[in-house]
């Protein structure tokens, strides 16, 4: 659930969607796996969202959860309680850097 997003080791759903779009946005059939899709990303500025997750909500994740895994993720990110993400906000803010004309519609929850 709270994948890395430069990493293979596991993947959430978002990511799942943010790569098969890296595919999709690559030149043709360049990209042929996760790992050279996670490459387009970097080399063309994706920048994944930041959630802050508190040791004890960590703790609790891993104990209800056989999704949630963290050991993906870095040691500084561990030590700060701040990990790197694929929302849904960061994958639109990619595509909006990759075509500066298009206009992405938000939905407002109220």
């Given at each position: ?29 360049m990209i042929q ?24 909500r960590r703790v ?51």
């Amino acid at each position: 659930m709270i994948s890395y997003p430069f990493s293979t080791r596991y993947q959430n759903s978002n990511q799942w969607v943010l790569e098969v779009t890296a595919a999709a946005l690559g030149p043709e059939n360049m990209i042929q796996n996760r790992f050279q899709a996670q490459a387009w990303l970097k080399e063309n500025g994706f920048e994944p969202s930041r959630a802050h997750i508190g040791k004890l909500r960590r703790v609790g994740a891993r104990m209800f959860s056989p999704h949630v895994h963290f050991d993906d993720h870095t040691e500084e990110e561990e030590r700060y309680s701040t990990y790197l993400v694929v929302t849904v906000e960061s994958i639109m803010k990619m595509l909006e850097r990759q075509d500066p004309g298009l206009k992405l519609h938000r939905l407002r929850l109220q």
